[in-house]
């Protein structure tokens, strides 16, 4: 299909060169056009039918939430770099799905991240961790987990060299993002947690004893279906056995 593309794009490029170089100027142009609007159709073809290849030989989904947490780091590159905090990621391989739309699992990871970067000082770090692990009870509330008994994925996300409350949000991060209220970054992981627990999910903040170090730990069920991607379309297929 790519060297049918190239193909297209030579005879193109070739019919270009052609123009003014016939001895019959009139039979010239309208030999190229003529060449022209049949590549212009057969590019049409060739784009119509890859787009159906697409369709029926969809992805299995995999590696979704690694990828959107450096996605995340990404976006907030330039704030991490102005504050010298090194950012790192310890993935489990193989991660499992999980059952969080995409958007809303990037709208929680986007909302934790920038809450960890507003209250890490200059020379801090913030790590990403991700495992799969076996969930029987939410045992910050002893509620019982959505999912009773099965398995989850663990998004947790560690941030060292925490400002002290009362100034956790010094000159640095108010030069870097200019907040009107340092209210809202709290607001933020409220926000987040609401959208965690939408979709069946747990969301637990703890610091150490100095609060020197904060962990937001995020607990989803797995996805247990088989999840294929179309473009920007997600399908979902008949249950593993």
């Known amino acids: 299909m790519l060297?049918?593309?190239?193909?297209?794009?030579?005879?193109?490029d070739v019919t270009e060169l052609s123009r003014g170089k016939f001895l019959d100027k009139e039979f010239g142009e309208s030999f190229c056009r003529m060449i022209a609007k049949e590549?212009?159709?057969s590019d049409l073809l060739l784009t119509s039918?890859?787009?159906?290849?697409?369709?029926?030989?969809?992805?299995?989904?995999?590696?979704?939430?690694?990828?959107?947490?450096?996605?995340?780091?990404?976006?907030?590159?330039?704030?991490?770099?102005?504050?010298?905090?090194?950012?790192?990621?310890?993935?489990e391989e193989n991660l499992p799905e999980t059952v969080v739309p995409d958007e809303q699992l990037k709208y929680i990871l986007?909302?934790?991240?920038?809450?960890?970067?507003?209250?890490?000082?200059?020379?801090?770090?913030?790590?990403?961790?991700?495992?799969s692990l076996s969930v029987q009870r939410d045992v910050d509330r002893?509620?019982?987990?959505?999912?009773?008994?099965?398995?989850?994925?663990?998004?947790?996300?560690?941030?060292s060299s925490v400002a002290r409350q009362g100034?956790?949000?010094?000159?640095?991060m108010e030069e870097i993002l200019s907040p009107q209220d340092y209210g809202g970054f709290d607001l933020l992981l409220r926000l987040a947690k609401e959208v965690v627990q939408r979709n069946r999910g747990m969301m637990k903040f703890?610091?150490?004893?100095?609060k020197a170090k904060i962990i937001i730990s995020l607990t989803f069920p797995v996805e247990r279906r088989k999840v294929f991607s179309l473009g920007t379309t997600n399908l979902s297929g008949e249950s593993r056995p």
């Open 3 to 12: 060297r049918l593309g190239s193909a297209l794009g030579s005879i193109r």
């Open 39 to 41: 590549v212009e159709i």
């Open 49 to 91: 039918l890859l787009h159906y290849i697409k369709i029926r030989t969809p992805i299995e989904k995999s590696n979704t939430v690694h990828a959107l947490v450096e996605q995340v780091l990404t976006k907030y590159r330039t704030e991490l770099e102005e504050k010298n905090i090194k950012a790192t990621e310890t993935f």
């Open 110 to 131: 986007n909302s934790v991240l920038l809450y960890a970067v507003a209250s890490t000082m200059p020379g801090g770090s913030i790590e990403f961790l991700t495992r």
């Open 142 to 159: 002893g509620q019982v987990f959505s999912m009773k008994v099965g398995r989850c994925i663990e998004i947790r996300l560690v941030a």
């Open 167 to 172: 100034d956790r949000f010094g000159r640095a």
């Open 206 to 210: 703890e610091t150490d004893e100095g």
